[in-house]
């Protein structure tokens, strides 16, 4: 691809023969990012997040109170990143060609942008099993999906794990959702989880969606255990919504997560410090065609307990 773009190279834009010319003419994939993670918009360059340990039990009463503490959680720390564009179109090709396509490309550049930030939310799960983090910085120091400690000191023997190896099945599924609702706060205590959807590449979507017995695209739907000859029930079905993710093929076609969307959406965030800024702008010296975009934006996490990734 030349940079710049010039009349050479683009000359059949110049054939009044040519009946149309193709620009953007692919949709573009469909968003999942939106859907998943909450969203803010900041002018600050860098981003603090903390937590404050839970409350213990409230112990007997026995004629004096007994004082009891609390510990800190873990910080996390966000920075902002630049993302800049351009294309240099030469004058004359603008000003000879029969086609007008090479006249405004920044729509083009914003479905680039968009395709970007999909990517780059992706990530947050693609690099779920790694403490490798392209925005943020977590004193805690373990992965999004790893063995998890905490600051209070209770033991993490059970309850501090979100991450396994198993492969996407009905069973494993239904365990996934059972050792989530077994996750435990900062001392060890049970707390409100709902495992209800269920991240996959789009190579694991079919599988996903028999498993839970519902698929969006046809409505076919099945009541019965997709492994039983005996027609039992099946009790993955109606309690997860499945999400399939192309962005996520490029790192594993095999791995997948289970999420409570609500948490997911409250402890994971994008957030805007530029959400999209064009310009147009003429080169005087080369009277060439400047066309330029640029946003700013982060995305991370700030607690692990939202969800449970299978790395397979």
Not at 196 to 221: H, K, M, N, Q
């Amino acid at each position: 691809m030349a940079n710049p773009v010039t009349l050479q190279e683009f000359a059949y834009l110049l054939d009044k023969n040519i009946d149309e010319v193709l620009k953007d003419y692919l949709d573009p994939v469909k968003m999942v990012s939106k859907q998943l993670f909450g969203q803010k918009t900041t002018n600050r360059l860098f981003l603090q997040s903390a937590s404050v340990g839970s409350y213990p039990d409230i112990p007997e009463f026995n004629g004096k109170v007994e004082y009891q503490g609390i510990a800190p959680g873990f910080q996390t720390r966000v920075e902002t990143r630049e993302f800049a564009g351009g294309l240099i179109i030469e004058r004359r090709l603008i000003d000879t060609a029969e086609h007008d396509e090479m006249r405004d490309r920044q729509e083009s550049m914003a479905r680039a942008l968009q395709r970007t930030k999909e990517k780059r939310a992706a990530n947050v799960l693609n690099y779920a099993f790694s403490a490798s983090w392209e925005f943020m910085t977590n004193d805690e120091g373990v992965a999004l999906c790893g063995s998890h400690t905490t600051k209070s000191g209770v033991p993490t023997t059970t309850g501090f794990s979100n991450y396994g190896s198993s492969a996407l099945s009905k069973t494993s599924i239904l365990a996934t959702a059972v050792a989530m609702m077994k996750l435990k706060d900062d001392i060890g205590e049970y707390f409100d989880i709902i495992p209800d959807t269920i991240i996959v590449p789009v190579a694991l979507y079919d599988a996903a969606c028999e498993a839970v017995g519902y698929d969006p695209r046809s409505g076919a739907e099945s009541k019965l255990d997709p492994t039983s000859a005996n027609n039992a029930i099946n009790p993955a079905y109606g309690r997860f919504k499945v999400v399939p993710w192309i962005y996520l093929d490029q790192n594993s076609t095999t791995s997948w997560f289970m999420v409570d969307s609500r948490m997911m959406k409250k402890f994971a965030t994008w957030v805007d410090r530029i959400a999209q800024e064009k310009h147009t702008i003429m080169d005087y010296e080369t009277m060439s065609i400047k066309q330029i975009i640029y946003s700013s934006f982060a995305v991370y996490w700030k607690d692990w307990r939202f969800i449970y990734g299978h790395s397979v």
